[in-house]
């Protein structure tokens, strides 16, 4: 096999995603206790390693413990090369974690075994049925007292709309709880609260192995007995490519906190994980393995340092080795660059990087020439898919406070949008600027770091706005007749295109009705 094949297959980039709280950083710093890439854990405070980390480089990072920054962690574990891509945990930056789910070829949702299935975990699971990404997800908090674990099956298929086939199973919960059943690997881990160590597997033969009955008593062997006969006749035997094609979800049990059933869940994740798959642009299908280089943008990263406005831009390799010095072109403008100085993210540092391969994220510094989404090549003019806008749900217009400082509050707010912090839209009407968000605080920040980034100051005024969609028909009539009608409520993105401004629901559904020549979408993409 040809080296970068091997590099390839050994490569697992995947994120974790779930409700706040769920127990995602958690998971996160047991895996990377793993690899080796730190060296204590669970004594530390749960975001430590985003306090610690270098996602660390805004201010407003540090002064609102919020993680804003989704950051890539790289680590090797056994032959593997494990990249997670963290995603902010706080939802009004949803919009980041989507963003980051087309960079991954897999994911690992966390549920708490008390709350289920939570919103935010619902929305994400959205994007990843959109994507056909597959999924495993690990049921945490066992050492707590939460609900049935049959019941937490039920809801995960019913609310993430997926097939779900336990690979491990719980024996007992809360104060009672004993240890988990590896299903798929006939082994026994009896549990020990701990927060450094993985607890020692009990090697068993199967389920009616007599050592079983020794290690938890008979009783809870008895139960544990049934529970497995009803789940190989309740569901089908695991099979790893309904996993890898996305309509069976693996599921796990354990305790993060406790380093319980995290071991289980790595070691089968490698095995089990799609190294990077191909990836789909408007052009054509591209495969990891193909000699030359492309990338893509997918997320944008402003740097600490305010007196340099300098920001990274986070590129996903899909194919061929990425390496420094070379000349690549940058489709959108057409223009060709080199990097001397691309990073490669490992655990928690940033380093010069020769070589970039495919699944891996390289870090490339920007002074303004990278948008989210742009693609990257040898040459080939290629447009990678799969990064659409939402359409925002919070609006206000954007008003200038400081005349003097117009050009630099123009800059600030074109390179934000850039970033893809929100989105911008220029109302046809009154020309003025609407700037739409998926939360309350993106406009904080926004008005933060236009004062800190840019020495721009501006304020919120309300605009009065339920949902911007964006409009098209292949009958240019109607389309000129929609808009005369609505002239009032028209307004253009960052491309020119036309989008409809719609005060209600009931507005929007009404336009949908007398309009039927009008196609609306909820995503730039369409
Ligand atoms: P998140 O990133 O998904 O938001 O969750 P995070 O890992 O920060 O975990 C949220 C809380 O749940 C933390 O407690 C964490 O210690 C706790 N937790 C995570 N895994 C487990 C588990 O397996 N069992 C139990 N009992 N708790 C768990 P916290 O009180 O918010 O923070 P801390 O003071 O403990 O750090």
Redesign the pocket.
Known sequence: MPPINNEISRRRTFAII?H???????LTEKLLLFGGAIHVAGAV???KIKKTATSDWMEIEKQRGISVATSVMGFNYGDYKINILDTP?HQDFAEDTYRTLTAVDSVII?VDVAKGVETQTRKLMEVCRMRNTPVIIFV??L??EGRDPFDILDELENELQINVRPLSWPINIGAKFKGVYNIYEHQLSLFQPDKQHVTERVDIRDINDPAIDQAVGEDDAAQLRADIELIDGVYPEFNEQDYLDATVAPVFFG????TFGVKELLDCFVRIAPSPRPVTAIERTVEPGEERFTGFVFKIHANMDPNHRSCIAFVKVCSGVFHRNANYLHVRSGKSYRFSAPTAFMAQKKEIIDEVYPGDIVGLPDNGIFKIGDTLTEGEQLHFRGLPSFSPEMFKYIENSDPMKTKQLNKGIEQLMDEGVAQLFTHQFNNRKIIGTVGQLQFEVIQYRLLHEYGAQCRWEPINLFKACWIESDDQEALDAFKKRKHQFMARDREGRDVFLADSNYVLQMAQQDFPKIRFHFTSEF
Do not use: C
């Open positions: 779930s706040p709280d769920a127990g995602k950083t958690t405070k749960s975001n945990g966390v945490n908090k050492d707590r305790s993060a906190l406790n």
